[in-house]
């Protein structure tokens, strides 16, 4: 098994494509922040835009009973009832391996992705719409989707983890490739069932993309620290 030193592990987690792609990763956080922005313009200002209610318009002659079972499944997989206990399986999995800095990481993107979600929603309390495909409809407010958000925030975490530690480039891809597949689909059901407006998911892809930056930028940089004065202290 590889032994790497303090100081080589380091230098591995600067290496990741966090730091390597700054330039890129700053332009699509700028581009994630502005779609936000626009979005909350549209529906707290403008007011008067129907591209939500045409997208409603253009997939309501697709519904029928099978295609809404199959969204109410991959939906599930955005349910806090699924991500929950997801997550602690993570949590407990990289406690065993003990990989201290993956479970900091873990824990800081879900509660934090969770606590952006609570915050937003309370403080714009958008209605949900009126005409749901679910019988009995949704509780809560709209604005974000907060199954957007998370499936950005869990399952792009596991993009994350899927780059760095997958060195065979096809699997690498496929695994990527099928994460991805599935926040696209986590997030489409929701429009599919008329529990949110495409506004509602276009925050909530860019809001969980935003934090979920922002997070695995802070740990790694508070793990390269701790690496560096862990490679500096004096051995007894």
Not at 127 to 148: M, N, Q, T
Request: charged share 20%; glycine share 8%.
């Amino acid at each position: 098994m590889e032994q790497l030193t303090r100081k080589e592990r380091a230098e591995r987690v600067r290496e990741t494509w966090l730091f390597r792609g700054r330039l890129k990763t700053g332009v699509l956080l700028i581009a994630a922040l502005l779609v936000v922005l626009f979005m909350m313009w549209i529906v707290f200002i403008y007011t008067k835009s129907r591209a939500d209610q045409r997208v409603f318009e253009a997939i309501g002659p697709h519904i029928t009973p099978i295609r809404t079972r199959i969204m109410r499944t991959i939906t599930y997989l955005g349910n806090p009832e699924f991500l929950v206990p997801f997550n602690l399986a993570l949590l407990v999995l990289f406690a065993i391996l003990k990989k201290k800095w993956m479970v900091i990481r873990i824990a800081v993107v879900a509660l934090g992705g969770l606590g952006i979600k609570l915050l937003m929603k309370h403080l714009f309390q958008r209605l949900r719409p009126l005409d749901p495909v679910i019988e009995g409809g949704v509780a809560g407010y709209s604005f974000p989707s907060g199954h957007a958000l998370m499936a950005v925030v869990v399952y792009g975490f596991l993009v994350w983890w899927a780059a760095i530690s997958i060195h065979n480039k096809w699997k690498q891809g496929i695994a990527i490739a099928l994460l991805i597949l599935l926040i696209i689909g986590v997030s489409f059901s929701r429009i599919y069932l008329r529990v949110h407006y495409t506004t509602d998911i276009l925050a909530g892809i860019c809001i969980g993309f935003c934090w979920l930056m922002f997070s695995l930028w802070i740990v790694d940089k508070f793990e390269v620290r701790s690496l560096h004065e862990g490679a500096h202290m004096p051995h007894r």
